[in-house]
């Protein structure tokens, strides 16, 4: 009878670890793309997607929307940041070159990721980065500082009752992230 508990502990067991394995690969590799298709179909998180290809550019000059910057760092996180102006008027079809700085105050170096987000929701599908710091990592160097470049265009199609657009940004350290995976890389390539 000893043995059949052992058994029935040890099949126990593996199938406890497996659930775990399982548990593990579903919330790091297929929530985070079906959070993303969430938030895509719904607005939900003001998240303006990739970067955008521009077309022609027809700027609407009988408009004027309010565009508000926001910088904010996740609690572990000890850069610096803010964005270079506070709020500007742009008009739909209008591209807009804004900066963001970063400073590292830390004696070592160190690699960010910003998130971004918008609200007003509905207005998240109108707004299209060509060009962002988001769409990288940064790194900085011990007391190093940077301008993060960020080009945009409000569509002409946003709703008329849109007159303020906030962005925020939410800057994550990722260094040890960055070193686990350039270790993990280099594991991989040595014979």
Same mark, same amino acid.
């Given at each position: !009878?000893?043995?059949?508990?052992? @058994? $029935?502990?040890?099949?126990?067991?593996?199938?406890?670890?497996?659930?775990?394995?399982? !548990?593990? $690969?579903?919330a790091?590799f297929? !929530?985070?793309?079906?959070?993303?298709?969430?938030?895509?179909?719904?607005?939900?998180?003001?998240?303006?997607?990739?970067?955008?290809?521009?077309?022609?550019?027809?700027?609407?000059?009988?408009?004027?929307?309010?565009v508000?910057?926001?910088?904010?760092?996740?609690?572990?996180?000890?850069w610096?940041?803010?964005?270079?102006?506070?709020?500007? @008027?742009?008009?739909?079809?209008?591209?807009?070159?804004?900066?963001?700085?970063a400073?590292?105050?830390?004696n070592?170096? !160190?690699v960010a990721?910003?998130?971004?987000?918008?609200? #007003?929701? @509905?207005?998240?599908?109108?707004f299209?980065?060509?060009?962002?710091?988001?769409?990288?990592?940064?790194p900085? @160097?011990?007391?190093?500082?940077?301008?993060?470049?960020?080009?945009?265009?409000v569509?002409?199609?946003? #709703?008329?009752?849109?007159?303020?657009?906030?962005?925020?940004?939410?800057?994550?350290?990722?260094?040890?992230?960055?070193?686990?995976?350039? $270790?993990?890389?280099?594991r $991989?390539?040595? #014979?």
């Amino acid at each position: !009878m000893g043995e059949d508990v052992t @058994k $029935a502990n040890a099949l126990l067991s593996a199938k406890l670890v497996a659930l775990g394995v399982a !548990m593990f $690969a579903f919330a790091i590799f297929v !929530m985070p793309p079906l959070y993303d298709v969430f938030c895509e179909i719904t607005g939900l998180n003001g998240k303006t997607g990739q970067q955008y290809q521009a077309r022609e550019i027809t700027v609407d000059t009988s408009r004027e929307i309010t565009v508000q910057f926001v910088a904010t760092n996740n609690e572990a996180m000890p850069w610096v940041f803010e964005p270079g102006i506070k709020s500007i @008027k742009v008009h739909p079809g209008q591209p807009i070159d804004v900066v963001y700085k970063a400073l590292n105050p830390t004696n070592r170096d !160190m690699v960010a990721q910003a998130v971004p987000s918008l609200v #007003p929701f @509905k207005a998240a599908q109108y707004f299209h980065k060509t060009e962002c710091f988001c769409f990288n990592n940064q790194p900085l @160097k011990a007391g190093e500082s940077a301008e993060l470049g960020l080009q945009f265009i409000v569509d002409l199609d946003v #709703p008329k009752q849109v007159n303020t657009i906030t962005l925020s940004y939410t800057l994550f350290d990722i260094t040890d992230a960055m070193k686990a995976s350039v $270790a993990s890389i280099d594991r $991989a390539q040595t #014979p």
